[in-house]
């Protein structure tokens, strides 16, 4: 268990300000040329977007924030090593029940349906 305190900061500085800004603008970049290059390949334009996303990532990645974001994103890396999955047995028996459990369910509530429908009609045609 983590037992760092974090002591909320005050704002943004000016520096992070500015690369969340250019962080912003590449994305930007990138979806705007997708528009605008409509006569290049659609393959080529999509390489541009992820460029242009990847570019913002890796400059809000050098702000403070892009710090916490990395640092709790190592941890729950560390923390998915803990986890105890369920075995392929395991994970096909659950979907079973759920799949009984909804089918049961969505009867009875067809059930419900057509009795309040019959309901209906039937203080309807008085």
């Known amino acids: 268990m983590n037992s760092k305190v974090e ?35 659609t393959v080529l334009r999509g390489l541009v977007v ?4 990847i570019a913002g990532a890796v400059v809000f990645l050098t702000t403070a924030k892009g710090a916490q974001t990395r640092e709790f994103l190592s941890e729950s890396r560390f923390e998915l ?24 369910l969505s009867l009875i509530l067809a059930g419900f349906d057509v009795v309040i429908q019959w309901a209906v009609k039937f203080l309807l045609q008085r």
């Open 81 to 104: 090593r803990k986890v105890v999955w369920p075995t392929r047995q395991e994970a096909l028996r659950t979907t079973w029940v759920v799949m009984i459990a909804v089918l049961i």
């Open 50 to 53: 992820a460029a242009g996303l």
């Open 7 to 41: 002591q909320p900061g005050s704002s943004a500085s000016g520096g992070d300000i500015v690369k969340y800004v250019l962080a912003l603008a590449l994305v930007a970049a990138g979806v705007f040329a997708f528009y605008w290059f409509s006569d290049w390949a």
